[in-house]
């Protein structure tokens, strides 16, 4: 009988001290994100669409402000924060927009804002390839969606806090990107957002 009480007792404490564990490793792991990216105002990040679209490669440039370059395969899509202009070369054509709104689940919108619209819900480790990473859940502090985004789960390699991966819950589809490489604060100025179409390319001025 006293033994069966001290295996319970023991399992107790060892369940406790595995939640405290991890709450500890959550707020940690927060707390290492806001260090190195709390300050971020620019970014440039070369990345890999996993979902919905797999394998889709990209760089994106982007100022807090809202200024924005999207370079892909087929496009380059470019914002001064009131024009956007979408470039295809192959088809030698640039439509020209108005900025209405964009989608709050772009993935400069995420990385600007998840520090301080987001909270840690909780931690887990997963393989990606053949290494180990954390994977950090954040929820919004609200508790409503924020920008229209459930959820968001940072994903890092074990031991360090640069991002590798991130999720994005956006109602009921899944975003996820890999990340190839993520620079902030680099030094980008307003004339990598402006844009004068080739003079061989059709224009198309839907403004």
């Known amino acids: 009988m006293l033994n069966n009480m001290m295996v319970v007792l023991l399992s107790l404490v060892l369940l406790c001290s595995t939640e405290l564990l991890s709450q500890d490793s959550k707020n940690d792991l927060f707390a290492q994100l806001r260090k190195r990216y709390g300050n971020m105002n620019s970014l440039e990040v070369k990345f890999i669409g996993v979902e919905p679209i797999s394998g889709m490669k990209g760089t994106l440039k982007a100022m807090r402000s809202g200024k924005y370059m999207l370079e892909l395969s087929d496009r380059k899509i470019i914002s001064d924060g009131h024009t956007i202009w979408n470039f ?17 689940n772009s993935l400069d919108i995420v990385l600007f804002n998840f520090l301080y619209n987001y909270q840690p819900k909780e931690i887990q480790e997963y393989t990606i390839g053949n ?18 985004i459930k959820s968001l ?34 030094g980008l100025k307003d004339a990598h957002f402006t844009f004068t179409p080739p003079k061989d390319a059709e224009i198309i001025d839907m403004r």
């Open 88 to 104: 295809q070369p192959s088809r030698k054509n640039v439509t020209i927009n108005a900025i209405k709104n964009r989608p709050s």
């Open 131 to 148: 290494t180990v990473h954390h994977g950090l859940e954040l929820i919004p502090k609200n508790g409503k969606s924020v920008l229209g």
């Open 153 to 186: 789960t940072m994903y890092v390699k074990k031991g360090s806090s640069e991002i590798k991966r991130i999720s994005a819950m956006d109602g009921n589809q899944k975003q996820v990107w890999e990340v190839e490489s993520l620079t902030i604060n680099g």
